[in-house]
């Protein structure tokens, strides 16, 4: 159903409940919020509600009575052709067909932006992730976050929120430290100068590679440089290319940012001279008084704003070095995101690695004066890749960590964007290259439903070729089962990008992009489309080929995959 009929469905019991308190039938108690839901077997209707049951206890009735009296009194008319009460206390509520298949004509209009809220939602929302660390390239585990990440800001997109999508770029701080003593180690072999790496340091061979390029450039502009205390330029220009290549990382799987946060910046004072945001930020904490000083160093009180877990402890912010903690960072980048450019919400999607920082992060947001409420952490879980059953641990190529770069080149973009949205973020993964890689579409889940949506291409044009045109007029004619069940998926991706941007589960939409192929499939095998015997009902089936191909496209839109008309 589109996400209009189901408000019409929640506003038709209300009105039901209401007029059953009305006339006696049931007591006047307060209302909870109707919930109405798709049923998992199609024989029970269109909706179920469990508002009966929700309402028994303070009614002190048996929820079949309650459901009972509801059911009787919601109206039937051009929405809705009936409604039963079912044990233990459900109301099924079935939609009129010709109205369902009006539905259709609005997904044609839509095309592949079907799904889209027709109204803005009015709030403003930064999704920030990936932000891994300049210092290496992207590793498969990004590229859940990455996916996840950028899947979610187009699902909010959708459900009509302002979104921002945002990169934080740690530019600060020591393990930039220790980039810049090892690519200068790198940098100084490449002048046949002798030098170590540091403790620590970075020993991937894209640090050789960096080095190269810099080399080509600077030529023996540093050789003279001391080992320990690498020039800025040198460094800055390292993680200038760093960032190129985590950029054309990302582009190849479809992930752009609206915006990339350098941590630096947040040390720096604005053109309008105001304070910097860590400036800012720890003056509204001492201010606050949830700072204290001891054993040298500057503490956050996190207790004191409100960071509930059984082992409160405080967190350092300047250590007795003088030197602001990563935790400091955060809490100015928080700031300047609530209180500076003014997010109304604000999505952080990090590894699951970062759960015990969630607690403190959201506690600093409400000492300096935000809602830590309106802070959001999406954790998600590790990626293992196998092929068959076996794991694969290590790149072939390097002997390192697999990079997104080379799982992008084995399987593609649009492989690799499907997999790795198939689970719940909270649920590790394990990414199956053979499936991945397979050109059957019984093994690979995106191929099956980009082959779907082929067929659809293909039926169209072959209508056209044959001057066969779709026809709104003859929609009454889609009376098959397996037309019903078609029409029923196609309209239920409005309201799924409602409920995914709610619950930020934006993983639904593969399970979603199956179903909807299997019910194209199941259709097209019992419904004949294109009939020289029965032209009307070619017409109509083809207005819902038509239908199905726009629910598909926009699907694999929202996923970030490609629509094929061929394949």
């Known amino acids: 159903m589109s996400s209009d009929t189901r408000e019409l469905v929640r506003a038709a019991l209300s009105d039901a409940l209401l007029r059953a308190q009305q006339d006696g039938a049931l007591p006047s108690v307060p209302a909870p919020e109707v919930r109405v839901q798709r049923p998992p077997n ?37 929405l809705i052709a009936d409604a039963e009460a079912a044990r233990p206390g459900f109301i099924n509520l079935r939609i009129r067909g010709d109205w369902k298949r009006d539905r259709l004509l609005d997904a ?63 530019d600060a701080g020591g393990q930039i430290g220790l980039f810049g003593q090892t690519l200068l180690a790198r940098y100084l072999q490449q002048q046949g100068v002798e030098a170590e790496l540091p403790e620590g340091g970075y020993g991937g061979a894209y640090m050789i590679d960096l080095a190269g390029r810099i080399a080509e450039e600077a030529g023996a502009r540093w050789r003279e440089a001391d080992a320990g205390q690498p020039p800025q330029e040198l460094v800055d220009r390292g993680l200038e290319l760093m960032l190129e290549q985590i950029r054309a990382d990302l582009l190849l799987i479809g992930v752009r940012f609206d915006h990339w946060q350098s941590e630096r910046a947040l040390f720096d004072a604005g053109d309008d001279d105001a304070a910097a945001p ?3 930020a720890m003056s509204l904490l001492r201010e606050g008084g949830y700072v204290v000083e001891k054993e040298g160093a500057t503490w956050f009180r996190s207790g004191d704003a409100g960071e509930e877990q059984d082992d409160v402890k405080d967190n350092v912010l300047i250590r007795s070095s003088g030197e602001p903690t990563y935790f400091a960072s955060d809490v100015a980048y928080h ?20 759960q015990g920082h969630v607690a403190r992060t959201k506690a600093s947001v409400s000492a300096v004066g935000g809602d830590g409420d309106q802070l959001e952490v999406l954790l998600y879980q590790l990626v293992h890749l196998r092929r068959g059953q076996e794991r694969v641990r290590m790149s072939k190529r390097t002997g390192e960590l697999v990079t997104l770069r080379e799982l992008v080149e084995e399987v593609g ?40 949506h082929a067929r659809c291409a293909g039926i169209l044009r072959a209508a056209a070729e ?64 294109l009939d020289a015997d029965e032209p009307q009902r070619s017409a109509a089936r083809l207005t819902l080929v038509e239908a199905a191909k726009c629910a598909l496209a926009a699907t694999l839109r929202l996923i970030g995959v490609s629509a094929p008309d061929e394949m």
């Open 335 to 354: 700031y300047d995101k609530f209180l500076r450019r003014g997010f109304d919400r604000v999505i952080d999607v990090w590894g699951a690695d970062h």
């Open 108 to 170: 044609i209009a839509a095309g592949d932006g079907w799904g889209r809220a027709s109204q803005p939602a009015g709030e403003r929302v930064q999704v920030e992730f990936v932000s891994a660390n300049p210092t290496g390239p992207l590793q498969v585990g990004n590229g859940r976050g990455a996916v996840l990440g950028d899947a979610l800001a187009t699902v909010l997109d959708a459900a009509g929120c302002e979104v921002q999508r945002e990169y934080y770029v740690n």
């Open 278 to 280: 860590y400036e800012a």
């Open 42 to 78: 199609a024989e029970h209707g269109d909706y179920a509600c469990n508002l009966a049951m929700r309402l028994a206890g303070a009614m002190r009735l048996p929820p079949l009575d309650v459901a009972t009296a509801i059911a009787a009194r919601v109206e039937r008319g051009d």
């Open 466 to 529: 044959q001057g066969v045109e779709a026809g709104a007029e003859h929609l009454a004619l889609l009376e098959h089962p397996r037309e019903d069940a078609l029409i029923t998926a196609i309209l239920t991706l409005p309201e799924l990008v409602v409920d995914m941007a709610a619950r930020r589960e934006p993983h639904h939409l593969t399970t979603y992009a199956q179903e909807l192929a299997q019910q194209f499939t199941q259709f097209y095998d019992a419904c004949r489309v």
């Open 413 to 452: 973009a649009d492989a690799t964007r499907f997999f790795l949205l198939q689970r719940s973020a909270d649920a590790q993964m394990d990414f199956d290259l053979d499936a991945a890689t397979s050109q059957d579409p019984r093994q690979n889940p995106v191929s099956y439903v980009q082959y779907a």
